[in-house]
């Protein structure tokens, strides 16, 4: 008898344990089982110079009772991570700010922003709201360079002609304009010529020299120039072209007998062999 009583109480009790159990893991009446929610996230600026700077974040996250933890998760493309806090502002909204650092590589560095929110009943969210992204730093640009020129023919007869002017050139980031720039020496407007690229960099171009009508050669100074994609030029001197003066032909020589007729060659020799009186020549 006693061990049946002492069987029946220890049963009481296994059942009364499992009872309080089961009514602890049973959510409370009216409890909230739903977890926050985000509206309207902002980043601003999402574009930052490489410098670096400072970015708002801003979003609405809404629940049911209360928050009880807000923060964000930064996580950079170059393997930077940060936790920020987010307070609440206006209503709903929430606050925080990105710290970006400078960026002096040659690609851009983003941030991308996850928020994160639990409430009172400890239901919990987390989304991506966007992204920050830092543009890379400009990078030193050499100049661009000019190793060989060539003028051919460098002289010409009067008549002018074709002159081929080439150039050896190149920049580390490309050329955008290759060109010769002729300038007469004796004074005037100068004229630009064109180069064209025959090979990754070898330039070639004509110039078509005018003709000369005056009484002494012409010249002209032939520059070459190179410019890159963001504007600085390389220059060089390629030589002189010159076009010879035309040829002037000599007058006849001038009579003794200007103005005088002529002696007859049966008359004997007379002063300069003019006039016509004497005696015929036998």
Excluded at 100 to 128: I, R
Excluded at 222 to 237: C, F, K, P, S, T
Aim: charged content about 15%; glycine content about 12%.
């Amino acid at each position: 008898m006693l061990r049946l009583r002492f069987l029946l109480v220890s049963l009481v009790a296994f059942l009364l344990s499992v009872g309080t159990a089961a009514a602890e893991e049973e959510p409370e009446v009216g409890a909230d089982t739903t977890p926050p929610v985000f509206a309207n996230g902002l980043l601003s600026p999402s574009y930052l110079p490489y410098e670096g700077g400072n970015s708002q974040i801003s979003v609405d996250i809404i629940d049911e009772t209360e928050l009880n933890l807000t923060y964000a998760n930064v996580y950079g493309s170059d393997g930077s991570y940060q936790s920020i806090y987010l307070y609440q502002g206006n209503g709903t909204t929430y606050y925080g700010t990105l710290e970006a650092g400078p960026n002096y590589s040659d690609g851009t560095v983003s941030y991308l922003v996850e928020v994160q929110a639990y409430d009172a009943f400890h239901n919990y969210n987390a989304g991506y709201i966007g992204e920050v992204q830092v543009e890379p730093a400009p990078q030193f640009d050499e100049s661009p360079w000019i190793s060989q020129t060539g003028l051919n023919p460098t002289f010409l007869p009067s008549s002018g002609g074709t002159v081929a002017i080439e150039a050896e050139a190149g920049d580390n980031r490309g050329l955008t304009a290759v060109y010769a720039v002729i300038t007469p020496v004796s004074g005037g407007a100068s004229t630009e010529v064109g180069l064209n690229g025959v090979s990754f960099s070898h330039f070639e171009g004509t110039y078509e020299a005018p003709a000369n009508a005056g009484t002494v050669a012409a010249e002209y100074l032939v520059e070459v120039v190179v410019e890159d994609d963001i504007g600085q030029q390389g220059r060089a001197l390629a030589g002189t072209i010159t076009v010879d003066a035309p040829e002037v032909t000599p007058p006849p020589p001038t009579s003794p007998c200007k103005g005088k007729p002529h002696r007859p060659a049966s008359l004997p020799a007379g002063p300069k062999g003019c006039g016509t009186t004497g005696k015929p020549t036998r």
